[in-house]
């Protein structure tokens, strides 16, 4: 790790200013914990448009997205206040906000609507990319749900600690340690051990799964079944190998991947009936596409590919993708958990800057695996540095090293403080005790109390849509959401407007 020295020596306060936002996905629901039909609540505004509110790959998949703040307490109270403004809403379509991470019971994947986004050329082009996802790799998967960190740090920090060393790169090297050490994340954060029988469709998951109450499966030691192979499966982006050594060589990897056709993807045809199926028949439809756990971002402008603008423009954020909805709080995110992710980031900054070989990366992989699957073992292994070791072993060691980064962290804020010390022996806790983790946790309430995985979600709905009811919505925000809801109103019909031409050309024109 980089000397801490300059971290001490350092004369602003750092760590004050700290740059953070998160995206949160809940699937909608009915009271009787079924899939909702209904299209997304037009109080909320249009999902193509509304900067805060919008849906991911389905109608019935909500996200939340906060702005980018400095201050945890500002981040947590911008999703907070969006929530409460969110379940409010809601309400009025006597529904909840599901959860968890795995979704509710799906007895068929017709039952699951795709995101509509209108009839404007970029509204149409959402919609066909998720429509070559459901030809590609089907309904079900598109719905499991997360909680997207977005990271970053402040000026000061790259002028202090990495003077004359180029931002992005500094990024990129946050990335490659990331990979290294991400394994420790589904242990800590995984609160998908279960789920409903209907999400594996008939799959032979009898050796890693066993059944619990008759519609549910859960996985002894699992900690997070939605980043294991019956969650995100993709087994043709096994064929991608994007590099992580820069932005250019990471965006020149993704644009391969966009450009190459895929064998499987040409045989499943771009059109059927005349009418198109996904976008094209390539590895990738578009950039989005590629299922990484940590992606390097930096905000598209108008007619702006994501590769392009990271490569003019450079990293700007880091967005974490490995974490659970966490469905022990009505956030689905901790203000513990925050602090963790802050150090854990910094460290993987802070760590060696050697690049990372394929051989490494599938290491890194198969380690992360093997918690996902198998976490909360007594005798689970990891692979590091070419030797076998316990994971909890593996754990003391990072948490060593994390604990002392804290320290240092707490006092570039100011005397006093310990919000991310104390956030590190609190993770620790759960390294001392397996019981702890949300995984454990959420296989012995559903044990202990005797429910599925659909009725532990559904007692959680009903927690979480009490908690948000209590919340009085202030006069200035509601203003404020209601601001914007009319706006994103006005700004979908502006798109629909300039849709000039045939979709066909539009498509053309975007590659």
Known sequence: MKSLDLLFNSDKKIFSYLMRGVEKENLRVSYDGQLSHKPHPASLGKALTHPTITTDFSESLSEIITPPLIGRENMLGSLENISAYAWHHLDLEKEYFWPMSMPVSIAHEDDIPIADYGTSHSGRFKKLYRQGLVTRYGKRMQIIAGVHYNFSFP???????????????????????????????????????????????????????????????????????????????????SQICISLNNPHAYARSLKLAVSTPYPEYTELGVFKNNQRIQLNDHLLQIENEYYSPIRPKQ?????????????????????????????????????????????????CALGSDRPLDKPSFLNAKANFKQVVCRGRAPECLLNLENKNIEFKAAAEGLFSKLLELAQVMDLSIGAGSNEFSSAIRGEKIKIDDVSQTPSAQILACMQDRNLSHQEFGLAQAEAHRAYFEEIILSPVLSKQMDAMTEQSIKDERAEVLNSKGNFEDYLSNFY
């Not at 992005?168 to 991400?182: G, K, M, P, Q, T």
């Not at 702006?304 to 880091?318: K, N, Q």
């Not at 659970?324 to 963790?340: C, E, K, M, V, Y």
């Open 299 to 347: 905000i598209a402008e108008a007619g702006e590919r994501p590769t392009e603008a990271l490569c003019r423009r450079g990293v700007r954020y880091i967005e974490v993708r490995v974490l659970d909805l966490n469905p022990f709080t009505p956030l689905g995110i901790t203000p513990t958990q925050s602090a963790f992710m802050d150090v854990f980031l910094t460290y």
């Open 155 to 237: 000026s000061c920090f790259f002028e202090q600690v990495f003077k004359g060393q180029d931002k992005s790169d500094v990024y990129f090297i946050l990335l490659r340690n990331y990979f290294r050490n991400y394994w420790i994340l589904p242990y800590l954060f995984g609160a998908s051990p279960a789920c409903d029988k209907s999400l594996v469709n008939g799959r032979d998951v009898s050796t890693c799964l066993e059944s619990f109450l008759g519609n549910s499966l859960i996985g002894e030691y699992a900690t997070s079944l939605r980043m294991s192979d019956i969650g995100y499966q993709n087994k043709s982006q």
